[in-house]
């Protein structure tokens, strides 16, 4: 079965064994352009290759472009299928404030915009992907991808998709979730990529169990910064087998589960960022987290006081700056040498033993998931 993230079509090209695609669902109304006018103040560049104000216009400049031309869209105005991007380098933007692309109800739109091309850049624009069956915006085998200061609705499945994407900068955008799978995602390939300064905001229950607003998997040096993710995610951010990489200035908020869902995570830098109202821990540290350095966050006002949980498979991660209570069971040898790698724990804080695995277990027995 196929993941239900990646679009039946793009599932075409290459197939991720997972899920399933799936019927529609109900579809909403689409939300007038002013009730997304809480995103970013796009800046519409002076000139463009071409101008477009429509479904035909946009399809067209995008059949004759070429590599490192401007496309301008207009106003804003509906789509009735799915447009592919397969020029290098080639940006898609504003031409005034507000405009952009919104799925037509009932047309199938499986998801508005698909990146396939190195380079690709999409700015200042409103997506609302409402009407799709997927997302707004996916990008796939496609390096250097930025997705830049844009307003999004995000679909049933995620905000937007990014696998085998190195390289990708997503910065500065508005992601609003009514009941996403999955928020910003990033899938498999994404070494080198950097998420900095976006908001991601759930006004619906949103999220698998083991997903996030910001979820990230399969990743080595990649940047996470200064975002805001807020709402009844189940896990405000969620990455899993993740190396070398950087969590800093983050803030979460509002998570049903945690804050910071950590899985399979060796030799990252988690600092100074600020996670409150989980359901569970600021930071949960499932299986196989080795390594990593936990430096200065404030992990105040979470269930129980419960800072960070380190279950049995973690060990050698350090930890200054503790202030809440910290269940540490870390048992696990992480460098194969026969001896176990303790946590290391200092701050004012009480450390606790005797983790609680209610929440993964019950969720694994249910979904028949768990590893």
């Not at 999409?122 to 991808?145: C, H, K, M, Y």
């Not at 955008?173 to 900095?196: A, K, P, T």
């Not at 993710?229 to 950087?246: R, Y």
Request: proline share 4%; net charge negative.
């Amino acid at each position: 079965m196929q993941n239900p993230l990646i679009s039946c079509s793009v599932a075409l090209i290459a197939a991720l064994a997972l899920l399933g695609c799936d019927e529609p669902p109900a579809e909403p109304d689409i939300p007038a352009v002013s009730s997304l006018s809480v995103g970013p103040a796009a800046q519409c560049p002076t000139s463009a290759n071409a101008v477009v104000g429509d479904e035909a216009g946009l399809v067209a400049a995008i059949a004759v472009a070429s590599p490192g031309d401007v496309i301008a869209i207009e106003g804003y105005f509906g789509i009735t299928a799915d447009i592919f991007i397969t020029i290098e380098d080639l940006t898609l933007t504003c031409a005034t404030p507000g405009s952009g692309l919104y799925a037509e109800s009932g047309a199938g739109v499986i998801d508005i915009l698909g990146a396939l091309a190195d380079g690709v850049t999409i700015d200042g624009l409103v997506l609302d992907g409402s009407n799709t069956r997927d997302e707004p915006f996916f990008a796939w085998q496609a390096a250097g991808v930025r997705f830049t200061n844009n307003t999004v609705t995000c679909g049933p499945y995620t905000c937007a998709f990014f696998g085998y994407t190195p390289g990708t900068v997503i910065e500065g955008n508005y992601f609003e979730s009514h009941g996403s799978s999955s928020g910003v995602h990033l899938q498999s390939g994404i070494d080198g990529s950097v998420v900095r300064g976006n908001t991601v905001v759930a006004v619906a229950p949103s999220g698998h169990w083991a997903w996030g607003g910001i979820r990230l998997i399969f990743g080595d040096n990649v940047v996470v910064a200064q975002n805001d993710v807020s709402g009844p995610w189940q896990n405000s951010m969620s990455p899993w087998f993740i190396s070398n990489s950087s969590f800093s200035n983050n803030t979460v908020e509002g998570a049903v589960w945690d804050g910071l869902f950590f899985r399979s995570a060796w030799d990252n830098v988690i600092r100074n960022n600020r996670a409150t109202g989980s359901g569970d821990a600021g930071v949960f540290a499932w299986h196989y987290v080795c390594g990593n350095t936990f430096l200065g966050n404030n992990l105040n006002g979470n269930y129980n006081d419960w800072g960070v949980i380190f279950t049995q498979l973690t060990g050698a991660n350090s930890m200054a700056g503790n202030q809440n209570v910290v269940i540490d069971d870390g048992n696990y040898d992480c460098d194969d040498d026969d001896a176990v790698d303790p946590n290391i724990i200092t701050g004012s804080g009480a450390v606790e033993h005797g983790v609680i695995l209610g929440r993964v277990i019950s969720e694994a027995a249910n979904s028949g998931k768990y590893e």
